[in-house]
Every structure is written in structure tokens, then in C-alpha cells.
T-cell receptor
Framework: KQEVTQIPAALSVPEGENLVLNCSFT??????LQWFRQDPGKGLTSLLL?????REQTSGRLNASLDKSSGRSTLYIAASQPGDSATYLC????????????????FGQGTILTVHP | DGGITQSPKYLFRKEGQNVTLSCEQN?????MYWYRQDPGQGLRLIYY???????QKGDIAEGYSVSREKKESFPLTVTSAQKNPTAFYLC????????????FGQGTRLTVV
């Protein structure tokens, strides 16, 4: 059974810092990995999707890397802003025996990020 | 605007009652999913559907039921058999097939009173 761990559980930083959020997973047979953002009481917003064949993916100030063989993904946030304050979740999608995916995601408990002015 | 709509946003249920949570998407996605989120725990998969008229149990399906009669709709019924139904419920969809991105609705918070 896939288990996902996110470190740190919480992070508080001043505005402008570059951040690193870590995600590890126990089963490397994944098809892709998605990073999400969740604001309090809200749904999830997709940030980045990395296919298992990719090493990294970038969107604006966000960069996600994936090392499938070691079961790790990292989300880098550059020049953090107070608006980045949220919970960040990573979720790998398991690959089926045939190499496809039903898109079922396994989630970590998230990293609660607070960026203060 | 395209997206996923969950309703209601808040729902209160008396013990012993069944309740149905609505999830509608206009993204023309084939696959739809229901997740449950509890404080201090990650999201857990309840049911998923890859195509109309077909669905499979996820990791915590006991006490829940679903239907998929239309591509755009995937309602979730929380039955009285669900021992601890108070939670935040999230619906998601994806195009389907391989390697596709999942999109989520805004969630329904269910409270048993």
C-alpha cells in the first residue's frame, strides 16, 4: 500500500524566502505525481503535474522535481509571498500492471505554509 | 466557466439518515472521484468512476454508495451504515486515460448532529 510522507508538517517564513517542500512515497510504481494547494475550508487547486518519465516541471515561481526510483518529489517555491500561505499536498497516482493509471491518488498529510510580511 | 460544482457547501444530518452529496462537472471529463478528508489525515479515496455506468470502490467505500448515470454527474450517498460520516468531502475529475491531471471541486462539509 502506497504511503506518502510530507516534510516539514508546518513551515513559517518571512516574505521573500525560497522554500523547499519535501514529499516521499513508498511505492515507486507511479504513473505521475501531482502537487496541490489547499486554502482553509476550500477544495484543492492543482499546481503541477509531473509524469513519471519527467524529472521536473515548472510553473511561474514553482518548480517540482521527481526522483521516482528513490520515491521523492520536491516542490520549490521562489520568492515566497503572503498569498502563498496554504497547505501544500503531494499525490502520486499509482500505475497499473499494464502501465496505465486509473488516476487514483494517494495523498500525504500536507505541509502547512505560512508566509508573513 | 468550466469546472466542478459540489453542493451543498455545508450539510447537516441526523444520525440514522442517508444524505446525498452532489457533484457536477462541465469539463467533459470521463473519470470522476470522491475523496474524504479528516483533520490530521490525508485525503482518502471513497469511490471512482472511469466511464458512465461503471464505478469501483476505493479504500474506504464501506457505508457509501454512488451512481454514474450521466457523464457530468457523480453523486455520493452517505448511508446510515457509515459509522463516522462527519468529514469534508471532495469530488474530483480528470479526462481519463493515462497520466491526466485531476481537478477538484470546492467540497462539502458534512456534520452529523
Amino acid at each position: 500500500k502506497q504511503e506518502v510522507t510530507q516534510i516539514p508538517a508546518a513551515l513559517s517564513v518571512p516574505e521573500g524566502e525560497n522554500l523547499v517542500l519535501n514529499c516521499s512515497f513508498t511505492d515507486s510504481a507511479i504513473y505521475n505525481l501531482q502537487w496541490f494547494r489547499q486554502d482553509p475550508g476550500k477544495g484543492l487547486t492543482s499546481l503541477l503535474l509531473i509524469q513519471s518519465s519527467q524529472r521536473e516541471q515548472t510553473s511561474g515561481r514553482l518548480n517540482a522535481s521527481l526522483d521516482k526510483s528513490s520515491g521523492r518529489s520536491t516542490l520549490y517555491i521562489a520568492a515566497s509571498q503572503p498569498g502563498d500561505s496554504a497547505t501544500y499536498l503531494c499525490a502520486p497516482a499509482k500505475a497499473n500492471a499494464g502501465g496505465t493509471s486509473y488516476g487514483k491518488l494517494t495523498f500525504g498529510q500536507g505541509t502547512i505554509l505560512t508566509v508573513h510580511p | 466557466d468550466g469546472g466542478i460544482t459540489q453542493s451543498p457547501k455545508y450539510l447537516f444530518r441526523k444520525e440514522g439518515q442517508n444524505v446525498t452529496l452532489s457533484c457536477e462537472q462541465n469539463l467533459n471529463h470521463d473519470a470522476m472521484y470522491w475523496y474524504r478528508q479528516d483533520p490530521g489525515q490525508g485525503l482518502r479515496l471513497i469511490y471512482y468512476s472511469q466511464i458512465v455506468n461503471d464505478f469501483q470502490k476505493g479504500d474506504i467505500a464501506e457505508g457509501y454508495s454512488v451512481s454514474r448515470e450521466k457523464k457530468e454527474s457523480f453523486p455520493l450517498t452517505v448511508t446510515s451504515a457509515q459509522k463516522n460520516p462527519t468529514a469534508f468531502y471532495l469530488c474530483a475529475s480528470s479526462i481519463g486515460g493515462v497520466g491526466t491531471e485531476a481537478f477538484f471541486g470546492q467540497g462539502t462539509r458534512l456534520t452529523v448532529v
